[in-house]
C-alpha cells in the first residue's frame, strides 16, 4: 500500500510556473505507475500526465503537452509535475495517483492510490 501527499499548488499569474511534487511512503513506491489528474470547478476529473515505474515512459494530454513535464524519483520517493506557461484554464485541484503496474496508464479507473489534492489557481 502506498500513501500520497500533494504540494507545491498556489496561486500564480497567466504564464507562469509552478512545480508539483506528491510524496510516496511505503517501499514498493518504485513498483507503482503514476499520474497526475485534475478536476476543475463544475467538471470531471481529468487526465494530465503519466509515467511509468521507472519514469522512461510518459503520456500527456494534449492540452498540456509541451508545457507540462512529469518526472519521479524512486530514491526519493517522490514524484513532480513540473508545469510551466500556465493558463487560465488549468484552474484545477491536481491529484497524484498510483497504479498497482509498471506500466503507465492513462485510465483513471487503474489507478489504485490517490491523494488528497493540491489546488492551483491561475489567474489571466
Known amino acids: 500500500q502506498v500513501q500520497l501527499v500533494e504540494s507545491g499548488g498556489g496561486l500564480v499569474q497567466a504564464g507562469g510556473s509552478l512545480r508539483l511534487s506528491c510524496a510516496g511512503s511505503?517501499?514498493?513506491?518504485?513498483?507503482?505507475?503514476m499520474g497526475w489528474f485534475r478536476q476543475a470547478p463544475g467538471k470531471e476529473r481529468e487526465f494530465v500526465a503519466a509515467?511509468?515505474?521507472?519514469?522512461?515512459?510518459?503520456y500527456y494530454a494534449d492540452s498540456v503537452k509541451g508545457r507540462f513535464t512529469i518526472s519521479r524519483d524512486n530514491a526519493k520517493k517522490v514524484m513532480y509535475l513540473q508545469m510551466n506557461s500556465l493558463k487560465p484554464e488549468d484552474t484545477a485541484v491536481y491529484y497524484c495517483?498510483?497504479?498497482?503496474?509498471?506500466?503507465?496508464?492513462?485510465?483513471?479507473?487503474?489507478?489504485?492510490?490517490w491523494g488528497q489534492g493540491t489546488r492551483v489557481t491561475v489567474s489571466s
Open positions: 509515467l511509468n515505474w521507472a519514469g522512461g515512459s510518459t
Open positions: 511505503g517501499r514498493t513506491f518504485s513498483m507503482y505507475a
Open positions: 495517483a498510483a497504479a498497482r503496474r509498471l506500466g503507465a496508464t492513462i485510465e483513471m479507473e487503474m489507478y489504485d492510490y
